[in-house]
């Protein structure tokens, strides 16, 4: 879109994630002195919840020497939502050092990927096992830190939150049917969409600042906040400028009105900040300060660059 190319990988980095925080469950079966007899590692795959149940569903011999068993896990991405409640200023920007100049990306988009969790289980003893290994780390989110932008260094903790937990007993039926218990987990990943990267962005090094002397003689009038004095009861309000006031003892603010009457006077001073290095991507630099004055008064060409 727009003619730039560009892809972060967010929504897939978004589904390892998730998955990866439930790929070490586990299952163990044990004899009645509470001896483990069994371990069994639940495998977990990305799809749908009706095409894993009928792939179970298919096969009336469930057991762990066929390919496709239970206890077994599944999830899905559902959805993307976009969440105005954590939008971010959408002028400002990310800086970082790029090999000859600078790397900006404007901030990221906040989007909501609704992830539900299957648990295929025989037994409800199995179905419980697992919820205990799962719920308890959910009050009712979860944090993952991710590396979402690598060439940015954006590192941002990624809150997972979990909405709901449902079951599902299919035990109705003849003799030749299988009894299917699934739990339903629903959660909410709260990350980011990223905008795409300007490279080589130019740096400034040298900053001017000039004061400039107020011209009587310019048509262009300024525009000025004036303070109140405080009082016991007020504190520094702000009088209009058509009110009539005592100029001696009141605070008058130039507003940003003014910048035409301040340009038109004579530059009477400057103050210029320039960094020491050349290598002007460290982080780490100093930096000179000069301070010039002009009791005459001068005139700056700033595409010129000269004074007169």
């Not at 050092?97 to 609704?114: A, M, R, S």
């Not at 599902?168 to 990943?189: K, N, Q």
């Not at 004579?266 to 630099?285: G, K, L, W, Y």
């Amino acid at each position: 879109m727009f003619g730039t190319y560009f892809y972060h990988q967010i929504s897939r980095k978004m589904v390892v994630a998730f998955g990866s925080l439930f790929n070490t469950i586990e299952v163990r079966r044990t004899d009645s002195s509470d001896a483990v007899t069994e371990v069994i590692k639940i495998p977990l795959s990305y799809g749908p919840k009706d095409k894993m149940l009928t792939r179970i569903s298919s096969d009336p011999n469930l057991n762990p020497k066929v390919a496709l068993t239970v206890p077994r896990m599944g999830f899905e991405l559902l959805s993307m939502t976009y969440d105005s409640v954590r939008k971010l200023n959408t002028l400002n920007r990310n800086v970082k050092k790029g090999t000859t100049g600078l790397k900006k990306q404007f901030n990221p988009v906040p989007y909501n990927w609704e992830f539900s969790l299957y648990i295929f289980v025989k037994n409800a003893e199995d179905g419980t096992q697992v919820l205990e290994q799962i719920l308890p780390f959910f009050t009712p989110e979860f944090t993952v830190t991710m590396n979402l932008v690598s060439s940015m260094e954006e590192v941002r903790d990624i809150p997972l939150v979990l909405n709901s937990v449902t079951s599902e007993d299919t035990y109705e039926g003849d003799f030749a049917t299988r009894r299917s218990i699934i739990w339903t987990l629903s959660f909410t990943m709260k990350g980011f969409l990223y905008p795409d990267i300007s490279d080589n962005a130019k740096v400034i090094e040298t900053v001017a600042v000039d004061t400039h002397l107020m011209s009587k003689a310019s048509v262009v009038e300024p525009v000025y906040f004036v303070s109140e004095d405080s009082t016991s009861y007020s504190t520094n309000y702000l009088i209009l400028n058509s009110h009539d006031y005592d100029d001696s003892t009141r605070i008058r603010i130039m507003t940003e009105d003014s910048s035409a009457a301040a340009s038109a006077g004579a530059t009477v001073s400057r103050a210029t900040v320039t960094a020491q290095t050349s290598d002007i991507t460290d982080e780490d630099f100093g930096f000179s300060e000069t301070f010039e004055f002009f009791p005459q008064g001068v005139t700056h060409d700033p595409v010129a660059g000269t004074d007169s």
